[in-house]
């Protein structure tokens, strides 16, 4: 079992939702804070990671996780968030930052005497597969070992693009010369691995395989690059399948342009579900949806520090609020968590968690059986982190379980002076106190907790 440990320098930030899952589900309340704890640390930044299904020995979802020296890791928050060390890439190249992507994804790519799902580690310019065996052991796939050739990878996504060919294919974006990117599709038939070239232009910074267009049958391939432009990429027929796919522009803003892309239905006003997206250069999260001209509008929803320039990952995870929606959380170059959410009918966003070192990656959801709702995130310090939802009972700011005249001068404290408040009570959070709810304790909180303590 791994020990938790307290992230020491961190801090904690209001929140007034809890985020829910994308492993499981739960539920959401309000006046609630996170508290974070140290599962693991790996030594080196965190890169990589991704909730599903990989290992079928163990119930519940596992975590997948990519490290900068190349070692992938399982983490199973049900079985007391034990670690086991799955494999290690040989790295060629040193990847400082996130600023050369990396990823990890799980999906059924080797069909033959594979039931499960397999993992595909991209990082620096190598592209692995690893298939996990009956007896608990894991087989490697090289499909790109940076050796050759000059290319440097901006991850790889798993998905089902191609109807004839049995389970899924795996996408992998790699940059070439002149600011220019290929996306290959790789896909694995008898043990033989088969690529070819569906997208050449603008370096392509994320991708994900989705069904977009409903009037067409299959999924498609959504590219966002790094000078704007958001591309749909459609399988032509068979007998093309090996030239470059026919593509069209969605949108094309640049100083927009996204960085990390998901696809949910986070907005019920609007009809289907939403690319989602966090932004490269503002530091954002948007979201687009179709037009009448057959593109997509691109909304802003939020925007953090811009110094941190990249919303380096996000996760979309179900809430019921206000608006019955998703919400997405985001992390960031200034080691700052971020939540966007719906209320009353408008976006919002707030600071939920920050971290002495960038927050490199993201997932959220109700992992631990024990636990309502949790996110995960990775830093660039090596620190897997995990925030706990913690509900508040409004107007218990001496934590005793009731909301009495024994909290009035914690309340007072807490108003006038929040350091010493969490000094004299560590074990509170001063998210209790803002019983109006609006993410802060202000002056605007004394009439309703006096309500709260009369009873009126």
């Given at each position: 079992?791994?020990?938790?440990?307290?992230?020491?320098?961190?801090?904690?930030?209001?929140?007034?939702?809890?985020?829910?899952?994308?492993?499981?589900?739960?539920?959401?309340?309000?006046?609630?804070?996170?508290?974070?704890?140290?599962?693991?640390?790996?030594?080196a930044p965190v890169y990589g990671?991704?909730?599903?299904?990989?290992?079928?020995?163990?119930?519940?979802?596992?975590?997948?996780?990519?490290?900068?020296?190349?070692?992938?890791?399982?983490?199973?928050?049900?079985?007391?968030?034990?670690?086991?060390?799955?494999?290690?890439?040989?790295?060629?190249?040193?990847?400082?930052?996130?600023?050369?992507?990396?990823?990890?994804?799980?999906?059924?790519?080797?069909?033959?005497?594979?039931?499960?799902?397999?993992?595909?580690?991209?990082?620096?310019?190598?592209?692995?597969?690893?298939?996990?065996?009956?007896?608990?052991?894991?087989?490697?796939?090289?499909?790109?070992?940076?050796?050759?050739?000059?290319?440097?990878?901006?991850?790889?996504?798993?998905?089902?693009?191609?109807?004839?060919?049995?389970?899924?294919?795996?996408?992998?974006?790699?940059?070439?010369?002149?600011?220019?990117?290929?996306?290959?599709?790789?896909?694995?038939?008898?043990?033989?691995?088969?690529?070819?070239?569906?997208?050449?232009?603008?370096?392509?910074?994320?991708?994900?395989?989705?069904?977009?267009?409903?009037?067409?049958?299959?999924?498609?391939?959504?590219?966002?690059?790094?000078?704007?432009?958001?591309?749909?990429?459609?399988?032509?027929?068979?007998?093309?399948?090996?030239?470059?796919?026919?593509?069209?522009?969605?949108?094309?803003?640049?100083?927009?342009?996204?960085?990390?892309?998901?696809?949910?239905?986070?907005?019920?006003?609007?009809?289907?579900?939403?690319?989602?997206?966090?932004?490269?250069?503002?530091?954002?999260?948007?979201?687009?949806?179709?037009?009448?001209?057959?593109g997509h509008d691109l909304i802003?929803?939020?925007?953090?520090?811009?110094?941190?320039?990249?919303?380096?990952?996000?996760?979309?995870?179900?809430?019921?609020?206000?608006?019955?929606?998703?919400?997405?959380?985001?992390?960031?170059?200034?080691?700052?968590?971020?939540?966007?959410?719906?209320?009353?009918?408008?976006?919002?966003?707030?600071?939920?968690?920050?971290?002495?070192?960038?927050?490199?990656?993201?997932?959220?959801?109700?992992?631990?059986?024990?636990?309502?709702?949790?996110?995960?995130?990775?830093?660039?310090?090596?620190?897997?982190?995990?925030?706990?939802?913690?509900?508040?009972?409004?107007?218990?700011?001496?934590?005793?379980?009731?909301?009495?005249?024994?909290?009035?001068?914690?309340?007072?404290?807490?108003?006038?002076?929040?350091?010493?408040?969490?000094?004299?009570?560590?074990?509170?959070?001063?998210?209790?106190?803002?019983?109006?709810?609006?993410?802060?304790?202000?002056?605007?909180?004394?009439?309703?907790?006096?309500?709260?303590?009369?009873?009126?």
């Amino acid at each position: 079992m791994l020990a938790a440990r307290s992230s020491g320098t961190v801090r904690v930030l209001l929140a007034s939702g809890v985020l829910f899952p994308m492993c499981g589900a739960a539920y959401a309340t309000d006046a609630t804070t996170f508290r974070p704890d140290v599962i693991h640390s790996f030594g080196a930044p965190v890169y990589g990671l991704e909730c599903g299904e990989f290992d079928p020995s163990h119930n519940g979802p596992e975590i997948a996780v990519l490290v900068g020296d190349g070692s992938v890791w399982q983490v199973s928050p049900r079985d007391d968030w034990r670690l086991a060390r799955i494999g290690q890439v040989q790295l060629l190249m040193d990847v400082p930052s996130m600023h050369i992507r990396s990823t990890i994804a799980i999906g059924n790519v080797i069909s033959k005497e594979s039931p499960g799902n397999e993992l595909v580690a991209s990082i620096g310019d190598t592209l692995t597969a690893y298939q996990r065996q009956a007896d608990g052991t894991w087989t490697v796939h090289p499909l790109e070992d940076g050796a050759l050739e000059l290319n440097l990878g901006w991850g790889a996504r798993i998905g089902d693009l191609d109807p004839t060919h049995p389970g899924e294919e795996v996408v992998y974006i790699r940059e070439g010369f002149l600011d220019s990117s290929g996306a290959m599709l790789y896909s694995e038939t008898n043990g033989m691995w088969d690529k070819v070239m569906i997208y050449f232009d603008f370096v392509g910074m994320d991708s994900i395989v989705v069904d977009l267009d409903k009037t067409s049958p299959g999924n498609e391939l959504v590219i966002t690059t790094e000078f704007g432009p958001t591309y749909l990429v459609r399988q032509p027929p068979a007998a093309g399948r090996l030239d470059l796919w026919p593509r069209e522009t969605l949108w094309d803003d640049e100083p927009n342009s996204g960085w990390v892309l998901d696809f949910a239905d986070v907005d019920p006003t609007l009809p289907g579900s939403e690319l989602v997206y966090g932004t490269r250069y503002n530091n954002s999260v948007a979201i687009s949806t179709p037009n009448a001209d057959g593109g997509h509008d691109l909304i802003p929803l939020y925007q953090g520090d811009p110094v941190s320039r990249t919303m380096w990952d996000i996760a979309v995870a179900p809430l019921v609020g206000d608006d019955l929606a998703p919400e997405i959380v985001g992390v960031d170059g200034r080691g700052v968590t971020h939540l966007v959410e719906r209320r009353a009918g408008a976006w919002t966003g707030r600071e939920i968690y920050e971290h002495p070192s960038p927050l490199n990656v993201v997932v959220a959801g109700a992992l631990d059986a024990d636990a309502a709702t949790e996110i995960l995130v990775g830093s660039q310090t090596g620190e897997l982190i995990r925030l706990t939802a913690t509900v508040n009972l409004a107007g218990d700011l001496n934590c005793d379980g009731v909301v009495s005249v024994g909290d009035i001068n914690p309340f007072v404290l807490a108003l006038t002076d929040p350091v010493e408040y969490a000094i004299q009570f560590p074990d509170c959070d001063l998210a209790a106190g803002d019983c109006s709810d609006d993410g802060q304790l202000t002056v605007g909180d004394i009439n309703c907790f006096v309500a709260l303590v009369t009873g009126g």
